[in-house]
């Protein structure tokens, strides 16, 4: 018994320290990596975390990224006695997203609802074979085939916001989400019957998504909410629960719906607009994917693409708003593409637009909606100057990327004109982090920039803009949303069309 027992302390003592020989090993491989300013002792920089409400987190992320610019792009900042790894250098940006894809275990916090859907997808494995089959659902000619979805909602855009014209200031933030939400439900599932008519049942799957995003972001941000066993008990958990039968429900039906459909027809409801959900119910009937991987994948779409290009747009918005003269250049440039016509853009008009893709680029690499992104790091991962060990989490800072070195010392300038002069432009290819960089890069990325030019063409051909970028404060909840100071004011054109 006592030979029992003392061997059993032995044993235990030998673990703790073959662990604790283990973690100084690892910060020992650690040290090279300089750490950022502001690190108390035991805590680290945890107090930032602990202390900051989601406004003062974007500053705190910002300043970090500054920080990290100005000690060579790589650097750690300690939580407690664990170090995150902070990157803001595109190439070696590029090389952690391109050899870890592991994504850390906050991002199962959705797992009720998008599962192991292409976003969250923890195993490389689901992921690289499913990013494989999704792929074609993404091409040029799919993508060119939403023209019409995309036309019809940005001229209800335009006309919804009509009553505002001459009426000063207003928040655009409703009507942008609300009409992105729309394009996103109808390009995914297209219409089958029933399916997110407009109504309660609309209603009812908006607040549903609302409610998952505010879960999801009370779980990241409270500690203790990260065990699924106290998680579990909690009120946050019922919300969850209520809100993941609507959802669950909604795409469960439209799969099933299309399915006889097609079923009954023998071939694609329409040649020209195929919703995702048509292309991707053929990867059930050739036995590539199950229902169930299916289903995850629409609500992964609804999940990742909903209010992603809404939000960047409102910010475009605000951005023109704030440079009259960026304006009058983008107006100049519609006029000698459209005239005075209100014809739909096709897919030939977005060679054509240069200027106002510079400014939606531009745009995006100041206000990215997603200031950071996560990996765990999965081996050593060797970068310019130092090398990332394994078991590390990283935090690559796209905010932080977007504003290095690499594109020269007026790299917090909003100037447009530097995305037409090809010398200005960074010889990095991951410089442009918004849409993430690498091979697990945003899926959606031609999709949302397709999306954005034609609301864009529709309501600046229409509307000039006023807004004050400067007044926007906005907030991190999953992504970068306002707070406050999201207004703008809009006036007609026709006035000015009729003299010309
Ligand atoms: C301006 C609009 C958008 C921006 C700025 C954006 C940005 C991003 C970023 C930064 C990521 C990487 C996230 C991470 O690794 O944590 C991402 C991934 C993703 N995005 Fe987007 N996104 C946009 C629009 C869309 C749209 C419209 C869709 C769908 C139609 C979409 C679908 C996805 C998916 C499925 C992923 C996961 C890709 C993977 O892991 O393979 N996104 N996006």
Redesign the pocket.
């Known amino acids: 018994m006592w030979l029992l027992l003392t061997l059993s302390a032995f044993s235990a003592i030998a673990f703790v320290l073959l662990r604790l020989l283990a973690y100084f090993r690892y910060v020992k491989k650690c040290s090279l990596i300089p750490t950022l300013g502001d690190s108390l002792p035991v805590i680290g920089h945890a107090h930032h975390l602990i202390i900051k409400d989601t406004v003062e987190i974007v500053d705190f992320i910002a300043g970090k990224c500054r920080e990290s610019n100005q000690v060579g792009g790589v650097s750690k900042i300690w939580i407690g006695p664990y170090p995150l790894m902070l990157i803001t250098d595109p190439d070696d940006a590029l090389t952690v997203a391109n050899t870890c894809y592991q ?1 850390p275990y906050v991002y199962k916090f959705a797992d009720a609802w998008v599962g192991d859907g ?2 969250t997808a923890l195993l490389t494995t689901t ?1 690289r074979k499913h ?1 494989k089959l999704l792929n074609p659902s993404f091409s040029q000619q799919c993508l060119n085939g939403f023209l019409q979805i995309f036309n019809e909602q940005a001229a209800a855009l335009a006309r919804d916001l009509a009553p505002h014209a001459g009426g000063g200031p207003f928040d655009h933030n409703r009507y942008i989400m609300s009409n992105a939400f729309d394009g ?1 439900c109808k390009t995914t599932f297209g219409k089958p019957d029933g399916i997110l008519d407009k109504g309660s049942s609309t209603e009812d799957y908006k607040k549903a998504v609302d409610t998952i995003v505010h879960v999801c972001m009370q779980r990241i941000l409270t500690l203790w909410m990260h065990f699924d066993v106290v998680f579990k008990f909690s009120k946050l958990r019922a919300e969850e629960e209520k809100a993941v039968k609507t959802l669950r429900g909604t795409s469960w039906d439209a799969l099933k719906k299309t399915q006889s459909a097609v079923g009954q027809e023998n071939k694609k409801l329409d040649d020209r607009f195929q919703p995702f959900i048509n292309s991707l119910i053929d990867l059930i009937a050739d036995g590539s994917m199950t229902e169930k991987e299916i289903q995850e994948e629409l609500d ?2 609804i999940f ?2 909903h209010d ?2 809404a939000t ?1 747009l409102l910010y475009v918005l605000m951005a023109i708003g704030s440079y009259p003269d960026v304006q009058e250049k983008i107006y100049k440039e519609l006029q000698e593409v459209f005239g005075d016509s209100t014809r739909d853009v096709t897919k030939d008009d977005f060679r054509r637009l240069e200027y106002l893709e510079a400014v939606l680029k531009e745009v ?1 690499r100041l206000y ?3 200031p950071i ?2 990996r765990d790091i999965d081996q050593d991962v060797k970068c310019k100057n130092v090398t990332i060990p394994s078991g590390s989490t990283a935090f690559i800072g ?1 905010w932080g990327v977007n504003r290095s070195g690499a594109w020269g010392a007026d790299a917090d300038q909003f100037d447009p004109g530097r995305w037409l002069e090809p010398a200005r432009l960074p010889a990095s290819p991951a410089a442009f982090a ?3 960089i690498g091979k ?6 031609t ?2 920039m397709m999306s ?1 030019k034609t609301t864009l063409v529709h309501l600046l051909r229409r509307y000039r803009l006023k807004a004050d970028i400067s007044k926007l404060q906005v907030q991190l909840v999953l992504m970068l949303k306002p707070v406050s100071g999201c207004e703008i004011s809009i006036e007609s054109r026709d006035a000015e069309k009729k003299c010309n």
């Open positions: 994504k292409l976003a992921w990013r996103i992964t779409l990742a693409g992603t290009s960047q995006m990215p909606i997603a992104i996560l796209l918004s849409f993430s697990r890069g945003c899926i959606g990325k999709y949302a954005m």
